[in-house]
């Protein structure tokens, strides 16, 4: 099976605009409109979390879908599977709203939907090819790649700082 | 012995004992995995049985195998086979019946059983229910439908969830708790109060610091419920909570050493060769106090049954253990999550507690305010599992210790300190 | 610091302090639980790269690299950047001459005799300004001349014949003749408020330096704005003499009906004032001792110039008033105003009364005022006061036991008087001399706001505290003069902890000439933001006697804490007219940076003025000296 891509994170591109958390929000409406989404109920929520880091820190935080998926083994109903793609998924139709899975992700990235006490995290955009909160990402700093290739980039970009370093 | 051949047998098909055939499958191909249930239905998620019960959902919602991380194949799970006895040196399990099952590694996941007291007479009337089963739970449901009134016995987790269920449900509801606030096992009252103030608005009935004495029946089952006040309460349904005990009885004649329930090491192994335990049978230890625990939780049965999988199939795989209190739920509309050290009163632990009219939290940390090691969240319970994992890892908090206080931990706290 | 509560990264005034652990306590939210809650700030706003100014939009510009680097329509990072501060010039520009303009309306009905309750305070002043402005004053009466002035003020706001008087008029002929050259002279207040409004319009200006131009031209209006509110609040309730009071939330008093005026106009603070003198029998019917009026922010400068009204705080800190339970109204003008305060307020049971038709905010209490019916209007916002001091009987309240002692009131028409007892015939001298010999290295102007990104009053006293050491003499306006009120900087008493011997001197000399019994405060209070205006009038005098251009002196600018577009304004007046002018946050220009080279480097060769954008205080101080010295240095001193 090909390597499936993740979301990564470019930690020094983020620059706190939120736009993740909206595109994310309006993905996840019936809409898949912002501007009906605003008003949708049960109101739409984001699965991404742009989280600050004083003094200037900034990040997207979300569901890295973990090998070893704490929540999948903790749901008390079988609420919670992995994809053949990997993706960690939560079925809302079974959600009881326990919250366990809220208690052992150690990201903190497992949301409560109040309105429908159900649990809600990234599901990596089943319908897009690339996933909303990429896509909105006016500076990349959200990148949609395999291990492989974004190790490569990581490389690649070292290589090239370390050259234009040496070549002053 | 090649691995293809290993007969890995499996006694309890609950959450230790599925979790446990999970990592085994997922280790092992093609080893021959028995699970031994003395249960007459399929596999099922345990802790649904409160919405069973509320008619919320229904039996086959419940089924385990096939849902979540339950996907693998070739797990053979025998119903109504009741384990009687092993013999550690010939390597076999007496089945209820007589039938004789050989392994090559054997997992004892019994799990644990109600505890009745003795001291409460007439507890074995009809409408006397300790919700443990399936097989409990549907007769409860059938009896509730019955019912006006309903008594519980005991302020735990469980039949907190249980009388909910019946309240939604329609009925009348009562809960007698031995102690001055419900939940006391996972809290200290003051924490317990918006909880208390949502049950009471919810239109539970709590009756604190009194106990029952004789449960009384008539011919029909269940008619009343006298408490040590002397009051005398009518009732057609009386449910027992009142914790949990380890399923050991059938280790009488072996060799393998119980105190309280099964002794392990920290690869999950028991004295005996070959034989591992994981889940409510099992004691383990707390991996803040250190202290041996017994616990009835289903995250922790799933955690210790996937690690003794794993050595069983060979991949030595250590045991972190487990609070002695880790729990969240949400009753009443009152989310909340308690976690490690939270019994403070009295302790020189360091405890920052913080209330509002809809949120509570206390943090604990050790004496020397250097260790995160106890959390109790209601209302708001966002992030909670950062805090575990803080506590679990005993992180120093130096650098985290305001935002754990102010409750505003996030993960960019933990990967840019 | 005693009494810290932990909060020191929020504020340094520990009264302040004080209150922000009461509203922890009483999940009382503030502006800094806001601000934390706003975390992480979106990077494009913070650098000038968004754009919202067409239905295309909105628009960023990917600083590095990666995303787009073009807006919509083609504009650079450069142009988004330069309209965005063009328009935050203009919305500061129409703040201020909005201020100025409600007083000419004021003077004008004053004059038409529509507004009985208001009177010529100053007829020097009002002979004086009438003068600069070509109206004849001999023989006429106050009310034909103020008559001619408010219609000469507000003649100024539209397009004439001639420029903005209260812009060629205020600053020296050399200033006159740069800002000409350049362009920077503007036709109207409202026209260049409207220009760029019109500029930066979709599809309009497209040349980031021609905008910066335009933005410094809208600057120059925004002084006339300053100067006319200045001009005017001097004549209808007088011009400031030094007058002794106190700051800070002691001032507050637990049996007294409390009263704060809080944003900036005096049209009805003043008048507040004079009708709450006479209300105190209805007071004390009510149980309480009197009426203790006290200032938040702006318009309580301008009380306290005139009228010794104590401040209570200021601009970061307005929630903490209203913290201590014992303010039974707070009055609200307007700008600066956060709508925060009725949430506040509804906590701790104030009234909050708006009386502007601009400003109203849902859930306060509206009195509309109007100079027709002036005094009736501050009667009827002072009886709500006393109706509402009866809800706080035996409830407890929290005033922190802090109060500063301030001299306040100097006006530039009071330093002169002041010199004047040192030189009756050449008032200047004595400073200029000072200057001159080094006793004076030079003068530094405090203005602008409180803002919460840093800990309140820290830039501004870390500042003051090292340009008094090295003999700066220091003038403040606005919050910066609440900050530094609030730490003492305006108690005379201080003078010898906090001033080098040079400064000492002077301050003393010119304090026992005027029989004080001592020096004046380390630092002169000229007033409220409008009044940034007698800091250059100051400067205009000082260039003047010396016969040179502003942007010779050794005379710097610092908006350590700015938030308000009025600062941004205020910063652009004060580059055109020649000044270094510090900024203590980030300014949202680092997205571009053309524009931020222009501001902070190039624009020196045009007005001889720039923006420095340092936050570290200790480094943005001792740039500001380093600037005096070259500034010294270029007039062979």
Known sequence: MAQPKEIFVRLDRCMGCHSCELACAVEHSQSKSLYSAISEKPTPQSRVYVEWVPPDNRLPVLCRHCEDAPCMHACICGAISRTEEGVVMTNADKCIGCWTCVMVCPYGVIGRHLQEHKAYRCDRCPDLEIPACVNSCPTKALVYRTVDEFSKDVRRVASREMLSGEGG | ?417 | MAGDNGNSNKSTDPAVQEMIAKAESMNVVTVWDRYEAMQPQCGFGDTGLCCRNCLQGPCRIDPFGDGPDKAICGATADVMVARGLDRAIAAGTAAHSGHARHLAHTLLKMAEGKAKDYTVKDGAKLRAVSTRMNIPIEGRSDNEIALDLAKAALADFGEKDTPVMWAATVVTKDRVKVLTDLGLVPKGIDYEVSEIMHRTLYGVDADAVNLLLAGLRCGVADLAGCYMGTDLADILFGTPTPVVTEANLGTLKADAINIAVHGHNPVLSDLMVTVASDMKEAAVAAGASGINMVGICCTGNEVMMRHGIPSCTHSVSQEMALMTGALDAMVVDYQCIMPAVVNVAECVGTTIVTTMDLCKITGATHVEFSEEAAAEKAKETIDIAIQNFSRRKNKPIDIPEIRTPVVAGFSVEAIVAALSKVNAEDPLKPVVDNIKAGNIRGVCLFAGCNNVKVPQDKNFTVMARKLLKENVLTVATGCGAGALMRHGFMDPANVDDLCGDGLKAVLTAIGEANDLGGPLPPILHLGSCVDNSRAVALAVAVADYLGVDTDKLPVVASAAEAVSEKAVSIGAYAVAAGLPTHVGVMLPVLGSPLVTEVLTAKVKDLTGGYFIVDLDPESAADQLLSVIDERRAGLGL
């Not at chain 2, 260790?371 to 708001?380: E, I, K, Q, S």
């Open chain 2, 1 to 417: 012995m090649a691995n293809n051949e290993r007969r890995y047998v499996i006694i309890g098909a609950s959450a230790a004992g599925m979790a446990a055939a999970e990592a085994i499958r997922q280790s092992d191909s093609t080893g021959f995995i028995t699970v031994l249930s003395e249960e007459p239905v399929q596999p099922y998620f345990r802790p649904m049985i409160p919405f069973l019960i509320s008619g919320k959902k229904s039996v086959a919602d419940m089924t385990l195998v096939g849902q979540g991380p339950y996907s693998g194949t070739g797990i053979d799970v025998r119903l109504n086979s009741k384990a009687e006895a092993i013999d550690t040196k010939n390597q076999t399990v007496t089945v209820q019946g007589g039938d004789l099952v050989l392994y090559d590694r054997l997992l004892i996941a019994t799990g644990s059983r109600p505890y009745i007291p003795p001291e409460i007479e007439g507890t074995e009337a009809a409408g006397v229910f300790a919700l443990r089963t399936l097989t409990d739970a549907l007769a409860a449901a059938d009896c509730a439908a019955q019912a006006d009134h309903v008594v519980m016995l005991g302020g735990g987790l469980l039949n907190l969830k249980a009388a909910f269920a019946l309240l939604e449900r329609g009925l009348d509801v009562t809960l007698v708790v031995y102690s001055p606030e419900v939940l006391s096992q996972l809290m200290e009252p003051d924490d317990a109060v918006l909880i208390r103030d949502a049950l009471n608005k919810a239109g539970l009935k709590i009756m604190t610091d009194c106990s029952a004495t004789h449960i009384l029946s008539q011919a029909g089952g269940v008619n009343g419920v006298l408490l040590n006040s002397g009051q005398e309460m009518f009732c057609q349904m009386v449910c027992i909570g009142k914790g949990v005990f380890p399923n050991v009885n059938f280790l009488e004649q072996s060799d393998v050493q119980v105190d309280q329930g099964v002794v392990v090491d920290r690869f999950t192994a028991c004295n005996a060769a070959n034989v591992f335990a994981a889940g409510d049978v099992a004691v383990t230890f707390d991996p803040i106090t250190s202290d041996r625990i017994v616990t009835g939780l289903w995250t922790n049965a799933v955690e210790m049954g996937r690690c003794a999988g794993y050595n069983m199939a060979g991949r030595t795989t250590e045991y972190t253990g487990t609070f002695g209190i880790l729990n969240a739920t949400q009753v009443a509309d009152e989310p909340f999550v308690s976690m490690g050290i939270v019994h403070t009163s009295g302790t020189d632990y360091e405890t920052h507690v913080f209330s509002t009219r809809n949120t509570y939290r206390k943090l604990v940390f050790s004496e020397d305010g250097e260790r995160l090691v106890g959390a109790v969240f209601v209302g708001d319970i966002s992030h909670a599992g950062l805090y575990r994992y803080v506590m679990r890892e005993k992180m120093d908090v130096a650098k985290i210790k305001p935002f754990i206080i102010k409750h505003t931990l996030h993960y960019g706290h933990l990967l840019l300190p």
